[in-house]
């Protein structure tokens, strides 16, 4: 089966402007998830959907994130405008439930997006 | 708060060694713990899952061992190989409605010819 598509793979952009990621989960999953690993870190985790609901955007810097997932598919998160600061990977991964206590039910990762904000 | 905490931060080996990598965490209610290996420029790929209730899991030279009574877990790579090199990632995740996971920093590891 397909694995999570996203693009585009590099990104340079100049401070204050704006940026989009596009992300297309595994046919069938539910649950997608965008994070943001900053080098040396472990992912955080930015937006969590469920089909095209949000459970979990409390750690979105909502002034200048914005994510959506209109048809329970797709989805894109976009930056506008940037900071230096947000130069990072930006992960894309689902799963096919979010339910809590199914261990089987694994995120699986894009490649990610590799975002310099210049 | 949930947090994780990975041991070492980074370490570096010569091919053939064995190695553990360790993690600690704080997360409640405790519901499963996943290692992933981050090759560089990828995403995180599944290793290996323990529940509550196992308390060791192989996967093929990687073996995860879980104390959920210290809330310790280990990741031992037995002969390593060149392709080891990559970041090791603790996960932990929650047992509520959304399975909440908490994720470590990761440990780099380099493994040397």
């Known amino acids: 089966e397909a694995g999570v598509a996203q693009s585009p793979r590099y990104k340079i952009i100049e401070k204050r402007q704006s940026v989009a990621f596009w992300c297309n989960p595994i046919?069938?999953?539910?649950?997608l998830y965008w994070y943001q690993q900053i080098l040396g870190q472990g992912p955080k985790l930015l937006i969590q959907f469920q089909n095209n609901g949000v459970v979990d955007d409390s750690q979105l810097p909502k002034d200048r994130f914005s994510a959506e997932r209109l048809k329970g598919v797709d989805s894109t998160l976009k930056i506008q405008p940037a900071k230096l600061e947000d130069s990072a990977v930006y992960l894309c991964?689902?799963?096919?439930?979010?339910?809590?206590?199914?261990?089987?039910?694994?995120?699986?990762f894009g490649p990610g997006t590799r975002l310099t904000v210049l | 708060k949930n947090q994780v905490e990975q041991s070492p931060q980074s370490l570096i080996i010569l091919e053939g060694k064995n190695c553990t990598l360790q993690?600690?965490?704080?997360?409640?209610?405790?519901?499963?713990l996943r290692w992933y290996k981050q090759d560089t420029g990828r995403g995180p790929v599944s290793l290996t899952i323990m529940t509550f209730s196992e308390n060791t899991k192989s996967n093929g030279r990687y073996t995860a061992t879980l104390d959920a009574d210290t809330k310790q877990s280990s990741l031992h790579i037995t002969a390593s190989q060149l392709s080891d090199s990559a970041s090791y990632i603790c996960v932990v995740s929650a047992y509520t409605n959304a399975g909440k996971s908490t994720f470590g920093d990761g440990t780099t590891l380099t493994v040397k010819p």
């Open positions: 046919s069938g999953h539910a649950t």
């Open positions: 991964a689902s799963r096919l439930t979010a339910g809590g206590g199914i261990p089987g039910y694994e995120q699986f």
């Open positions: 993690c600690n965490y704080t997360v409640s209610p405790f519901s499963n």
